[in-house]
Nanobody, 124 residues
Framework: IQLVESGGGSVQAGGSLRLSCAAS????????IGWFRQAPGKGREGVSC????????IFTDSAKGRFTASRDNAKHMAYLDMNNLTPEDTAVYYC??????????????????WGQGTQVTVSS
């Protein structure tokens, strides 16, 4: 099982990024996908989740209205679209797999496989 994030980078406040999570080695629709982030000196935070059928949740209050999670089951890809970014969004972003395809959780302990992360840096 492999998850590879991409799409991170450095942007100015107000900018946008699309993070991608490429998945391989498993039946993609057997898992829901979570997005987490970890800022320097802070714990890992659940940002969003999308179920196998495409139902999504945004867990981080500050991200509501700005972030959107999606997935393309045919391409084995998941995405996190982030708009109107702020310096507080600076973190390493991870995608992760939950074995419950129809359940969305913001608890990192419930996720069994993780990508390596992609850095997002937002400057003011």
């Amino acid at each position: 099982i492999q998850l590879v994030e991409s799409g991170g980078g450095s942007v100015q406040a107000g900018g946008s990024l699309r993070l991608s999570c490429a998945a391989s080695g498993f039946v993609f629709t057997d898992y829901s996908i979570g997005w987490f982030r970890q800022a320097p000196g802070k714990g890992r935070e659940g940002v969003s989740c999308i179920s196998s059928a495409g139902g999504s949740s945004i867990f981080t209050d500050s991200a509501k209205g700005r972030f959107t999670a999606s997935r393309d089951n045919a391409k084995h890809m998941a995405y996190l679209d982030m708009n109107n970014l702020t310096p507080e969004d600076t973190a390493v972003y991870y995608c992760a797999l939950d074995r419950r395809p129809n359940y969305c959780s913001n608890y990192d302990a419930e996720y069994v496989y993780w990508g390596q992360g992609t850095q997002v840096t937002v400057s003011s």
